[in-house]
């Protein structure tokens, strides 16, 4: 998911703690399980999705002891910094306002597109209402598209304020609207053309855990170079999504 944590005085209070690392400790994963097909919880209440089974791949070929960790998208930066977990692995893109934050991994995905959807092809995304998640680049490209900006906590509720009339539009990943669209019965339909927002998907560490993002790094290239990783991107987010 393309999003946008703002910095804050208080994350800079954890910026140097560091706490498990691989020495025979488990690594917690933290994931938002609310951004199908990136992340989500299935009907045994773990997660599942594309995220998931990249980072059981991942933790296997890193030789770590993974488990997993939900939290909500809006405190899922400072939780990192806090401690609660040691990687984010939740649909975020690689911004430079997040590396202030942050170290990322190497992308685990290309850039890909984001999109508007409305009920009609002719909605205003530059004068209307539209929707998107708080926090997220999507929020911040409404805004400076000169739109007025509707921030919801869930990617669902972003899509429902197009069906409840709230918005005009909604702004998101096309990996994430297209099935909705698709499922919508003509309801809901993509408002004009694709938008190239942000730098790729990666994982996100705290900058005091070098040793354990070079591992990570070490496992999504030997993804990349064997070519087990496209077929992945493929299976969940669909055959159009870019690949490397």
């Not at 942050?102 to 685990?108: K, R």
């Not at 539009?169 to 408002?191: C, I, N, Q, R």
Request: net charge negative.
């Amino acid at each position: 998911m393309k999003k946008l944590i703002l910095t804050t005085a208080a994350l800079a209070l954890f910026a140097g703690m560091a706490m498990a690392e691989s020495h025979g400790m488990t690594v917690r994963l933290g994931t938002e399980g609310a951004y199908e097909p990136y992340n989500f919880l299935n009907d045994d209440g773990e997660v599942d999705g594309f995220e998931r089974e990249l980072g059981d791949e991942l933790c296997k070929r890193a030789a770590l002891k993974c488990e997993w960790v939900t939290n909500e998208w809006d405190s899922i930066i400072p939780n990192l910094t806090s401690g609660n977990y040691d990687a984010i692995i939740a649909g975020m893109s690689i911004t430079d306002e997040r590396k202030e934050v942050v170290d990322f991994s190497e992308n685990y995905t290309p850039p890909s597109a984001s999109a508007y959807v409305g009920k009609t092809a002719d909605v205003d995304i530059t004068g209307g209402v539209v929707a998107a998640q708080t926090s997220t680049i999507q929020a911040a490209h409404v805004t400076s598209s000169g739109a007025t900006l509707l921030e919801f906590a869930t990617p669902d509720e972003v899509v429902a304020a197009v069906n409840n009339g709230e918005a005009d539009a909604a702004m998101a990943d096309k990996d994430y609207l297209l099935p909705l669209v698709e499922a919508s019965g003509g309801e809901l339909t993509f408002v004009g053309g694709d938008v190239p927002l942000g730098g790729g998907i990666g994982m996100a560490f705290r900058k005091s855990d070098p040793e354990l993002r070079a591992k990570f790094d070490a496992a999504i290239k030997s993804m990349k170079e064997d070519g087990t990783l496209n077929p992945l991107i493929k299976k969940w987010l669909g055959e159009d999504s870019p690949v490397f």
